[in-house]
C-alpha cells in the first residue's frame, strides 16, 4: 500500500510560482517509491482529470503541452517525495491537482506515448491540493 500526500498548494497571482510536494509513505519498506511512476494531475470544477506531468522510476519525465516549459518534475527517492514546480501561472492553472502513483515504474512505447496521462493507469491517489490563480 502507498499513502500519497500532496501540499504546497495555495492563492498565487498570474505571472506568479509554487512549488507543490507528493510525499509518500510505503506500508513495506521493501516497496520503495523508486519503483513508482509518480504522476500530477489536475481537475477544475466541470472539467475532467488532466495529466500534467510524471516521472517515471528511471527519473525520464513526460509533461503536458499545456504546461510545457512551465511546470517542472523532479524527485528525490532518499525523502519519498516528488515535486512539481508551478511558474508563469495563469487563471486556466486554477484546479485541484492530485499526485499519483503506478506500480510497474512506467516504462514503453505506449507509456511514452500518452498512457502516462490516462488516470486509470495509477494505481494510488493523494487526496489533492487546491491551486487557484487570480489577481
Known amino acids: 500500500q502507498v499513502q500519497l500526500v500532496e501540499s504546497g498548494g495555495g492563492l498565487v497571482q498570474p505571472g506568479g510560482s509554487l512549488s507543490l510536494s507528493c510525499t509518500a509513505s510505503?506500508?513495506?519498506?521493501?516497496?520503495?517509491?523508486?519503483?513508482?511512476?509518480i504522476g500530477w494531475f489536475r481537475q477544475a470544477p466541470g472539467k475532467e482529470r488532466e495529466g500534467v506531468s510524471v516521472i517515471n522510476a528511471s527519473g525520464s519525465t513526460f509533461v503536458a503541452d499545456s504546461v510545457k516549459g512551465r511546470f517542472t518534475i523532479s524527485r528525490d527517492n532518499a525523502k519519498n517525495t516528488v515535486y512539481l514546480q508551478l511558474t508563469n501561472l495563469t487563471p486556466e492553472d486554477t484546479a485541484v491537482y492530485y499526485c499519483?502513483?503506478?506500480?510497474?515504474?512506467?516504462?514503453?512505447?505506449?507509456?511514452?506515448?500518452?498512457?502516462?496521462?490516462?488516470?486509470?493507469?495509477?494505481?494510488?491517489w493523494g487526496r489533492g491540493t487546491q491551486v487557484t490563480v487570480s489577481s
Open positions: 499519483a502513483a503506478e506500480g510497474t515504474g512506467g516504462y514503453g512505447s505506449s507509456w511514452a506515448g500518452g498512457r502516462w496521462a490516462q488516470a486509470s493507469q495509477y494505481d494510488y
Open positions: 510505503v506500508s513495506y519498506p521493501y516497496l520503495r517509491l523508486q519503483y513508482y511512476a
